[in-house]
């Protein structure tokens, strides 16, 4: 498989990846007339509250709604590929955490390294990865020109979910839909880093306080993305019980 090229601002130690035509910018502009006609949006949340000092957008979910049933899953397939890549460039994200096996050409098991993971193809990789990692729910966001954004900084963990949920985040990925506007960007602060839209780009990035970041306000036009995380298998299915 032929693999888009990488963002041109790439830094090879920040642990962010951006991988252009992840999604065809043509399903990106289809998907944002489904959003625009929807009648299931609303406010955009944060840590379970509308906060819109915080982040302004208009939001929709997208688990447990048939009619965008095709959506999801074409996002989760084209993130999932994307989780591949990642994974090759930086494999301790899949190896640190856990002390993982895969079976050898020897009939016998062995340690998964570095070396054995970016060696693997798709279809050797890929049940390795599902059974450890799992997708979040998808949320398409419109943040209104001149108006919206995220403008807190912020990091995917949080530890008010009881079922800590939130705290099992492992990965956040955005898709641009769209461009064409000034501003916009994904900044984040620890790497000074500012990653511009375009539409149908995948941004891969860590879930942890090391990647604080802000979405910045578009200016001249609305900005429209989905979004979620790659989360960790909970403890009962990775180890049973």
Not at 215 to 231: C, E, F, M
Request: charged letters at 25%; one cysteine or more; aromatic letters at 10%.
């Amino acid at each position: 498989m032929t693999l888009p090229a990488h963002d041109d601002d790439a830094n090879p130690d920040d642990f962010i990846e951006v991988i252009h035509d992840a999604i065809d910018p043509a399903q990106c502009r289809a998907w944002i007339e489904r959003f625009a006609a929807s009648r299931d949006t609303g406010p955009g949340r944060v840590g379970g509250g509308v906060h819109v000092e915080l982040k302004d957008s208009l939001d929709l979910t997208l688990g447990g709604r048939p009619e965008w049933r095709d959506v999801e899953a074409a996002l989760n397939q084209a993130v999932f590929r994307g989780v591949l890549r990642y994974l090759r460039r930086w494999p301790h994200a899949l190896i640190a955490p856990l002390m993982l096996e895969v079976p050898g050409a020897d009939g016998g098991r062995h340690r998964l390294t570095p070396e054995r993971l970016r060696a693997m193809d798709d279809a050797a990789l890929a049940p390795v990865v599902q059974t450890v990692l799992r997708p979040g729910a998808i949320n398409l966001q419109r943040y209104t020109a001149g108006r919206g954004g995220y403008p807190y900084w912020h990091c995917e963990l949080y530890p008010r979910d009881p079922r800590a949920e939130t705290l099992h985040r492992h990965l956040l990925w955005t898709v641009y839909l769209n461009d064409g506007f000034d501003q916009g960007e994904t900044e984040f602060l620890y790497q000074r880093r500012k990653v511009a839209p375009r539409a149908g780009s995948l941004l891969i990035a860590p879930a942890g306080f090391t990647h604080t970041h802000r979405g910045n306000r578009p200016q001249g036009s609305d900005k429209y993305i989905a979004t979620s995380w790659v989360l960790f298998q909970r403890a009962e299915t990775l180890f049973g019980g």
